[in-house]
């Protein structure tokens, strides 16, 4: 419930992210169990590490929505880079290379 709450706060500002960042958008959104902050993963299509600078620059001002939530302490937000999708193309690429070695060595030892 909180974290959608976060994300429906934070959602709005992704619009305003620099162009070069393509289309982002918040993969996941962890609340501390004592709610001491929240952490915000974001991904991108371009510059996802841009898109994270442009947010940490606007934390004040997310901070203070934050406050209007109805919680006995308002989280402070911290901002990461998600990286899922790039350590899936890397464990991707490692298999590709994988199974192209072990099908070179097997014809190499057939002939």
């Known amino acids: 419930m909180l974290a959608s709450s976060v994300r429906a706060i934070i959602a709005p500002i992704l619009r305003a992210c620099p162009q ?5 958008s918040i993969t996941k959104v962890e609340l501390a169990s004592d709610l001491s902050y929240v952490t915000v993963y974001v991904s991108a299509l371009s ?5 994270v600078t442009f947010l940490e620059g606007r934390r004040k001002e997310l901070q203070k929505h934050l406050g209007a939530l109805e ?15 790039q350590d899936g193309n890397r464990i991707d ?19």
């Open 20 to 24: 070069e960042c393509g289309m982002v």
């Open 47 to 51: 510059e996802v590490k841009r898109a």
């Open 71 to 85: 919680t006995h302490k308002t989280p402070l937000l911290r901002f990461r880079e998600d990286r899922t999708a």
């Open 93 to 111: 690429e490692l298999l590709r290379r994988a199974s192209k070695n072990t099908s070179e060595e097997s014809s190499g030892t057939s002939q």
